[in-house]
């Protein structure tokens, strides 16, 4: 079928109609003219050129056509062929990481250096990030308060990079954990319908939930009535080797980790809960999320189209060369 891109421009059609109308007519000087024709014969021979001349009127039909081809090659027209199914595999995957202060342990190691755990996180989750390939990715950052980061997109560079600039205490200091499942499931409900069996959060916390306007299980029941599922992380070792000048001393850095509602909040959900008390451990956690079945979501549907503009284009630039030799050979 024919399809036109910007039918508006039909309405262009009778444009040299208005313009000729509302502009007034060429005038001719009489008086010069008679001055030039000194004699009676060299005046009705003058005449009869012009009475010739005024008979010729297929040039303005000409101009007629060749507007109204270029009209229609404004317009934009193409050939629209059927449409071509493409079914997409995947999943919409939120990710939310936790920027509190407590982030700041140093507690991890890469390639036998001592790192904060923000930093092993963005080590680990840009590898998982890059692999997620046919998923929509999107990041939720929260401390005193969430923030979508990145919307849902096929573009897994820039979720990556947007990870790799965050930085500790942006979003504060504490951990509104129940105020990032909210958000998230804001963000596809804003998408989509309700029940989507694609649609997965990955939560990464170190703490407690200790501020935020709504609790974490409370936002877990919103978020399994509309088909969201859960899967959240604990990050941070069981054990941290201190020296200071009393000597060394060992300490718990995962002390304020919430392991109870973080597994109550994957139960709620259909997700699982995860602990990373290392690198290594951190790593097979999202390489377990790797094994994730994708799901065939919406199809996509694909329209061939073929561009037709140059025809009509064609055709108008033809007739209008014939217009100006026709209008050159009669000045002759």
Known sequence: MI????????????LPIIVRYLLPPATTSVENAALRVPF??????????VQHKTIKRWPLWLATLAWI????????PQWWDEPIELPINGRDLMMAVDLSGSM?????????????????????????????????????LFGDQAYLQVPLTFDRQTVSVLLNESAIGLAGQQTAIGDAIGLA???????????????VLILLTDGANTTGKIEPLKAAELAAQEGLKIYTIGIGADEMVLRDFFGTRRINPSVDLDEKTLKQIAEKT?????RARDTAGLEKIYALLDELEPIQKDNLFFRPSKALYYWPLSMALLLSAII???KIHDKE
Do not use: C
């Open 104 to 140: 700041r342990y140093k507690d991890f190691r890469i390639q036998d250096r001592t790192v904060d755990r923000l930093t092993a996180t963005k080590w680990v989750a840009g590898q998982f990030l890059e692999r997620r390939v046919g998923d929509r990715l999107g990041l939720i």
């Open 324 to 326: 100006m030799v026709f």
């Open 3 to 14: 399809h036109f891109d910007w039918p508006w421009l039909f309405l262009t059609l009778p």
């Open 185 to 199: 499931v804001k963000r596809f409900l804003h998408k989509h319908k309700k029940n989507q069996e694609s649609w």
């Open 270 to 274: 259909g997700g699982r809960y995860f």
């Open 69 to 76: 081809l270029l009209v229609i090659a404004a317009t934009r």
């Open 40 to 49: 009676i014969e060299d005046f009705q021979s003058l005449n009869q050129k």
